[in-house]
C-alpha cells in the first residue's frame, strides 16, 4: 500500500530467501500472518510513539497520525488482536535504561530466528516464490 498516494501499489514478486522480514502496522493483517514463521509485536509508549512521528513528518503530519492513523492502528489492533497472536512482543520505550529486558528481548528474537533458519536448511525444496503487495508506511 502507498500512504502518500493512499492507493495499492503493483504487486512485487519476492524471491524466497531463509529470511525475509515483513514489517509494518498492518503486516500481521489474518489474510498475512499464516506465511511467517515468526510474529514479533513491537510498540512504544504512546508520548515516545508521537515523538517520533513529529520528529520523523513534522508537526502537521504529527496531527494528522494522532486523529486519524493511530485510531485506526489501534481498532485493526483490537479488532484482530494482534498482539495476542505474535509470538513475541516487546513493549519498549526510548527512555527505558533496563538493558536486562532488551538483551531477553533480543535474545528471544535470534533463538527464533535460527530455528526458522534451520528448519530451512532442513527441507527439501525451496518454499516458492509468493507475489504480495507491498508499500512503504
Not at 500500500?1 to 501499489?9: K, N
Not at 530467501?17 to 515468526?38: I, K, Q
Amino acid at each position: 500500500y502507498l500512504c502518500a498516494r493512499q492507493q495499492l501499489g503493483a504487486p512485487v514478486t519476492v524471491p524466497p530467501t531463509p529470511l525475509t522480514m515483513v514489517e509494518g502496522s498492518y503486516a500481521c493483517h489474518p489474510t498475512l500472518r499464516e506465511y511467517y514463521g515468526l510474529r514479533v509485536f513491537l510498540t512504544v509508549a504512546p508520548e515516545e510513539q508521537l515523538r517520533r512521528i513529529e520528529s520523523r513528518n513534522g508537526p502537521e503530519k504529527a496531527q494528522m497520525f494522532r486523529d486519524r492513523w493511530i485510531p485506526f492502528e489501534e481498532m485493526y489492533f483490537q479488532a484482530f488482536d494482534v498482539q495476542a497472536r505474535c509470538d513475541i512482543v516487546n513493549k519498549g520505550n526510548r527512555n527505558d535504561k533496563r538493558d536486562g529486558s532488551r538483551r531477553l528481548f533480543f535474545q528471544a528474537v535470534i533463538k527464533h530466528v535460527i530455528a526458522i533458519l534451520a528448519a530451512f536448511i532442513r527441507t527439501p525444496g525451496y518454499p516458492s516464490s509468493r507475489t504480495h503487495h507491498t508499500g512503504s508506511h
